[in-house]
């Protein structure tokens, strides 16, 4: 008695010579898509921290000390000048200040 379609490779008896093919096994761990998950998880997670908040209160202006704290990181946005810079630069404009003042009153002093 044959059947009209062929039996299952799982209940047939083995045979000699053929080859059955094989399920695929999973994809192992990692690759580009892993990567791009990565990536656009990074980019959602930038977007959130970057994110201007709404309110005042949301923007520290209610004792949020987070967004306080976050200026005196090095992971505060904008430019970073050390400290003796900054000193230097202020006491030459403090200097040039000065120096115009003492300029403007000896200039007075000789022309009339």
């Known amino acids: ?8 490779p799982v209940n047939s008896p083995p045979s000699t ?7 695929s096994s999973p994809k192992a761990p990692g690759g580009p898509a892993t990567a791009i998950r990565r990536k656009a998880a ?20 209610g004792g949020s000390s987070s967004t306080m704290l976050r200026l005196y990181t090095d992971e505060s946005p904008g ?3 050390d ?15 000065v120096m115009l003042h ?3 009153k000896v200039t007075k002093r000789f022309s009339s």
């Open 102 to 104: 003492i300029l403007a």
């Open 79 to 81: 430019l970073k000048v």
């Open 42 to 61: 990074a980019d959602r997670a930038d977007k959130v921290a970057n994110a201007r908040p709404a309110s005042t209160r949301a923007a520290g202006a």
């Open 17 to 23: 010579g053929s080859t059955t093919a094989r399920p």
């Open 1 to 8: 008695m044959s059947s009209p379609r062929p039996s299952s």
């Open 83 to 97: 400290p003796f810079v900054v000193m230097v630069l202020s006491i030459g404009f403090i200097i040039s200040v």
